[in-house]
């Protein structure tokens, strides 16, 4: 029930993204048009403006909270919502919970990079955190890329404001001295322009600074592309250019496109949890379905699982984060 | 002496901004061809390596240092570097020190977008921030938009990972609520997006995300710029539109490039100074040092001076900063 566009545009992704080897579930409305899918009939929706605090008491039955109970109950997989990011990540965290020795679960954002796929992360599930939170987000994020993206020994950067280890803040300074001192492959700091261009195979930071780069980038490709537009159709030499090119501009627009991934991991929960953009098509949507199937298939959750098992003797110190 | 282009693109930008009403002096190695401006002749050089905190100290006969000292010492009215930003930072901060009442310098970048100058700060000054920080660094930025921008009554908003007031770490929590309590156009939150869009006429954050917000989008102007041409090239009506398009794609070029400005204002001091691109053209340095100029005119540390005067209830308080 979640998404811009409407229950019909998830179910032509669900439907779109089914195979053999992987049968979308669906929970909604029963009015929905299921198209043959299985519907699961739930009452009432989770809205964008819902306080994610209060969502699963408040609406225990709704598509997104049942959704989510399915794969604790093992019914299913996995799930997929475009709805309420804050929301999945409250219903995550009380349907799901942690997997032990996680301190906090971190979305993670699947990129296409000129020199392949990285992994960004977090991307605001925390907007603040610790440096031994960023350590187990790099851990997390390392899996994720070994697992999901099929990079073998991937590298870790650190987004910071320069590459030196003395450049950053506080949170920075402490966090790069943890991830030298980790058994990851980290290659130290990178820059907010080393983002897009694939520095490392993950690149690891606070929630509120990756928010705030993914948002940056999203804007920064509408404007860029629209003052591209504005120029060329400002001649008439121009409009003819622009007819030439367009084939050229629809290749760099799907490169640039969110939608070839369709979907952010919440990673560190006991159950695999997909989040799309709230605006998915159903393009965007059968991606994120198939995304959150190759998690299951590499067992994502039971990999973290084992990377991230609490020290034994740590136990009784990590046990008050929750 | 800095830039990494060498002196002699330096002098020519200093060469093209001369009017009746400007007079570049430039500090450097007498042995420098200065085209018949006036050479303050200075002895050795700060180099982009150098620890900012020690430069002034180690290199107290710098063209940097000398620089800078001259404008306390009223020989010149402000000065522009393309150099060491840190290193410019720490000699404003020794050299001219800060205005009475303020507690952190700020870099101020100035950005054109498409509803017109802004300003983002700070763009790196303070890795780390307090929220009243970020007050004041709105406070300066409200004055160089008014007073270098020519913008009547400009408006302030907080970058943040949402627009409501409860979305954002716990330093942007509490800075909103400084800035929604201030006698400020405040306009609440912004996100990522905005800031190359010109959501506001001011837009404040912390040194850390400002950096790595900046850097973002030069790395995706350039991605998606290449991008462009990548697969504009790779196939021969492309090649032929990609022609056709050249003047658009020069204007916009010229839009989203940095040198229109050509530098960022270190706002706080008791004086004026200016950080160019390290890689500034002679058309960057030009434009920079028209931008210092513009802000001497207006007479922008006057009026921060008057702006950030301490409330002598609070002086005691803020003494302390230092």
């Keep these: ?47 964008m403006h819902d306080k994610p605090g209060e969502v699963v008491r408040a609406k225990p039955d709704s598509s997104m909270v049942r959704a989510v109970r399915a794969v604790h109950e093992g019914t299913v997989d996995a799930v ?3 709805g ?38 977090d991307a605001g599930a925390n907007a603040d955190a ?28 650190l987004l910071s404001i320069g590459e ?12 790069h001295a943890l991830l030298a001192a980790s058994e990851l492959r980290f ?18 930071t606070d929630g509120f600074t990756g928010n705030v780069v993914l948002k940056t980038l999203e804007g920064a490709v509408r404007t860029i592309l629209e003052g591209f537009r504005t120029e ?5 030499v121009g409009k003819l250019g622009g007819l030439l090119i367009r084939p050229a501009a629809r290749r760099l627009r799907g490169r640039l496109d969110p939608d070839t991934y369709g979907g952010a991991y919440l990673l560190g929960l006991r159950g695999l949890a997909v ?10 949507i059968a991606n994120a379905i198939r995304l959150a199937a190759r998690g299951v298939e590499h067992d994502v959750v039971g990999r973290l699982a084992s990377r991230l098992a609490p020290d034994p003797d740590e136990s009784a110190r990590a046990t008050p984060e929750a």
Aim: hydrophobic share 45%; net charge negative.
């Design 275 to 284: 989040i799309a953009h709230g605006n998915s098509s159903q393009t965007a």
């Design 84 to 121: 309420n990011t804050g929301a999945m990540l409250a219903a995550g965290l009380l349907e799901l919970r942690r997997i032990p020795g996680v301190m906090r679960p971190a979305i993670a954002i699947p990129m296409l990079t000129p020199r392949g796929p990285s992994v960004l992360l």
């Design 130 to 157: 610790r440096p031994e939170h960023l350590l187990q987000f790099a851990t997390m994020g390392a899996v994720f890329a070994e697992e999901v993206l099929g990079v073998r020994d991937p590298s870790v950067r």
């Design 187 to 204: 290659e130290g700091n990178c820059e907010g322009r080393d983002v897009l261009g694939g520095a490392a195979d993950v690149v690891v």
């Design 164 to 175: 030196e280890p003395e450049k950053g803040n506080q949170l920075t300074l402490e966090a």
């Design 80 to 82: 997929v919502s475009a």
């Design 232 to 236: 060329i159709t400002a001649t008439t």
């Design 1 to 47: 029930m979640g998404g811009d566009r409407g229950p019909d545009e998830i179910v032509a992704g669900a439907f779109a993204a089914r195979s053999h080897a992987l049968t979308p579930v669906l929970f909604g409305d029963p009015s929905v048009e299921a198209r043959g899918l299985e519907l699961v009939a739930t009452e009432g929706v989770v809205e």
